[in-house]
């Protein structure tokens, strides 16, 4: 029995802006749409809820994990929502649970989830990234990261990154 | 939008005996079967195993939260599994995470699991359990734990606690 | 260059008894007078408090392993108060660490310590505990915990193990 | 009663350079003298020993906050090895326990304890770091991070925040 392929979105919380939730909106749709659970870190801001919030429209399936202990500031587009009471180590879930990870903007969070992910050794898909962010993680981490500029491509690089893996 | 109900189904492992086995897989058939998400420790041993056996027959939604850095010794009846590197500490995220948790058999994974949700305030529901496990937890935390002999019984108070809650 | 013998002294905080916190306290003086480093859960409160008071009395060196994501109520008597934010499973940390553990009292987060110090295969040592309590955990790890009335009775059984380990 | 300084030296390990392996063990030397503690994630290796073997020469008081659920690995320069079994989440522990965070080389692991500090408004003094670090972790946190040169200075501005904060 196949487990489900869970694609973990990642990006900032409060600090989003207005692009980067749309992009995470039209990639939460896309994650959906292809039947793959999406995996965010469950709160009500930002990329984790806009991404979210698109896959509830494509009727997919969306995990939060969340940082308190207990269930406040959750998205209300998580179906499940995994309350672990670590704060921002919860972030080392996000990661390791995650097949492909995907990150939309840049926030000190944001930055510890794509350095645990470079440790774990987990495929990390860029989308439009800036480049500073994207030149220093290149540098502790080159081989594992793609960047990318549009939602097709990144679904692209997964469905790429699945079949390798499987 | 209203998230999914995750029941915790928490017992031994390597060391359950065939009886709490096919108690668990009763209980995961009825657990499913009553359209719950199904929550264990995901490992492919005893009671974890065996509820998440009984919940796929059902066409349940099964969660494994898993001890390790990656998949290996996972449960291949866990739909979803979540990758912690934690070790025994995952156990918390088990407990926070459940709705109820019920409990079958005990062993010192388990023990732990009852005391973190005694501390979390949470409800426990204690099935087939022996006489002195019962009476050392109702002595440390009794207003939280109930005992019942029968899947059936369990299911009534689930409902009870659900309905209490919501 | 040897490390140095970490003893964890375990129990209730808000819910112990002054008749605990005396025993603690005794056998914190004796810990520090044998040279050992004293390690508790570090909060201002019953064992750990009394224990790490009677370590400072004797000049000792003292650790409490926090739960919170900073220093609020700690014990005053901690010289090195580790900052963990992640709530009860600080626990794995205060019982890994250990050389040997020795628990006065029981509550939930006592006995989620004593739960993970079995799974650890770490020795325990009960100090004048209840009957019940000693039953159910020798039941689930009986040959990892051992039952003293006095303090130097707890010296004797830590010099026995660390003979042992090392 | 006041608890210690502790001072936390973040670096790579395995991968570590002998010039900042150099750096390392100056600067453990100089904490030391001080008479601050000095804390590191405890490995044998890298940053971590170098900086906590030249805090021995000094007489400092060493603790090593292993990830691991067992000694393995760890510095013999560490007097206190505190075993988390928690793998790279132990990051946290390294940068919530330390009162400020000298930075020396970048790898993933440093770089998520980096980002752990920013989220925890921790002061962090980069010592020689290269421009494209010092950029992106100013970019997400600029406040919080200070930039020096000599062993001396990391020192004039640990004095600086310690002032500040007490």
Same mark, same amino acid.
Request: proline share 2%; with cysteine; net charge neutral.
């Given at each position: #029995?196949? &487990? ?5 979105? #990642?990006?900032?919380? =409060?600090? !989003? /802006? ?13 994650? %959906?749409?292809?039947?793959?659970? $999406?995996?965010?870190?469950?709160? %009500? ?6 991404? #979210? ?16 202990? +207990?269930? &406040?500031?959750?998205?209300?587009? %998580? ?11 919860? +972030? ?5 649970? !995650? ?10 969070? /944001?930055? &510890? ?6 440790? %774990? ?10 480049? $500073? ?13 793609? =960047? ?6 990144? $679904? ?9 893996? !499987?």
């Amino acid at each position: #029995m196949a &487990s489900k392929v869970i694609i973990g979105v #990642m990006g900032p919380g =409060e600090g !989003s /802006t207005p692009e980067h939730n749309e992009l995470a909106y039209e990639l939460g749709k896309a994650i %959906a749409a292809e039947g793959w659970v $999406l995996l965010t870190g469950g709160r %009500a801001f930002g990329v984790m809820d806009a991404a #979210m919030k698109g896959a509830k429209e494509k009727d997919g399936l969306t995990i939060g994990v969340l940082p308190l202990h +207990n269930q &406040s500031g959750a998205s209300s587009y %998580a179906d499940i929502k995994l309350v672990t009471g670590m704060g921002s180590i919860r +972030n080392q879930i996000n990661i390791l649970s !995650s097949n492909v990870i995907v990150v939309i903007g840049m926030a000190a969070g /944001t930055a &510890s989830e794509v350095s645990l992910a470079i440790k %774990a050794d987990k495929r990390i898909i860029f989308l439009q990234q800036d480049e $500073l962010t994207y030149n220093f993680f290149r540098k502790i981490g080159s081989h594992r990261i793609v =960047e990318v500029e549009t939602v097709p491509h990144v $679904l692209d690089c997964i469905k790429r990154f699945l079949s390798v893996n !499987s």
